[in-house]
């Protein structure tokens, strides 16, 4: 049961214009959704959050946008960079009684070109 | 403020024998989590531990276990073996619980079963 969802395993784009990625979630309990980004042999670094009461956040080249009611999110880039080609990993957190945990979509690969 | 760091970064095992993988997380970060990332099946959540106690746990066989010490150091283990658990495990650490800024994770420790 794959609770969160990357439809597109890949995106290309050329320097300086727009990458959108999205994600779609099943589990309406998500209070939390988060972008990682990915390079080969390392860990996820982190990158924006939103949290279930907003429908907006901004930090710098990156906006994500949450649409509850369609129970999906995206992920804008502008202006893309050849350093953002990389693997992008969607994530929802629920908090509860025992813990959180991140459940992950299966990424999608962007390659920004120059 | 040196990150979350694991090891060893690199392991090969033989089908049948057990492992440990290390991590120490950011300094006062009391939390850590444990991922598996394949492939086939992505980044799955394994455990996470706050304050010596393991408060969530995902859908992994017994073979695999965690503890964490007084200093919020975490070690994983996987006993016997088997090829399918060739991945990158990779451990997260944050302060408390997951928040806004998410998790921060270290680099993996790529686990070859031959």
């Known amino acids: 049961d794959q609770q969160v969802k990357q439809n597109s395993p890949s995106l290309s784009v050329q320097e300086g214009r727009i990458s959108i990625l999205n994600c779609d979630y099943t589990?309406?309990?998500?209070?939390?959704f988060l972008w990682y980004k990915k390079y080969p042999a390392e860990g996820p670094t982190f990158l924006i959050s939103i949290s279930s009461i907003k429908d907006k956040n901004e930090d710098g080249r990156f906006t994500v946008f949450l649409n509850k009611s369609a129970k999906h999110l995206s992920l804008h880039i502008v202006p893309s960079q050849p350093g953002d080609s990389a693997v992008y990993f969607c994530a929802a957190s629920a908090e509860t009684a025992a813990g959180n945990k991140l459940t992950f979509g299966g990424g999608t690969r962007v390659l920004v070109k120059p | 403020k040196a990150g979350v760091t694991q090891t060893p970064r690199y392991l090969i095992k033989t089908r049948g024998q057990q492992v440990t993988l290390s991590c120490s997380p950011i300094?006062?970060?009391?939390?850590v989590s444990w991922y598996q990332q394949t492939p086939g099946q992505g980044l799955q959540f394994l455990f996470e531990y706050f304050s010596e106690t393991q408060r969530n746990k995902g859908n992994f066989p017994g073979r695999f276990s965690g503890r964490q010490f007084s200093n919020s150091r975490s070690e994983m283990n996987v006993s016997t073996l088997e090829l399918g658990d060739s991945a990158l495990y990779l451990c997260?650490?944050?302060?408390?619980?997951?928040?806004?800024?998410?998790?921060?994770f270290g680099s993996g420790t790529r686990l070859t079963v031959v």
């Open positions: 997260a650490s944050s302060l408390a619980g997951m928040g806004e800024y998410g998790y921060t």
């Open positions: 300094s006062g970060h009391r939390s």
């Open positions: 589990n309406s309990m998500f209070d939390y």
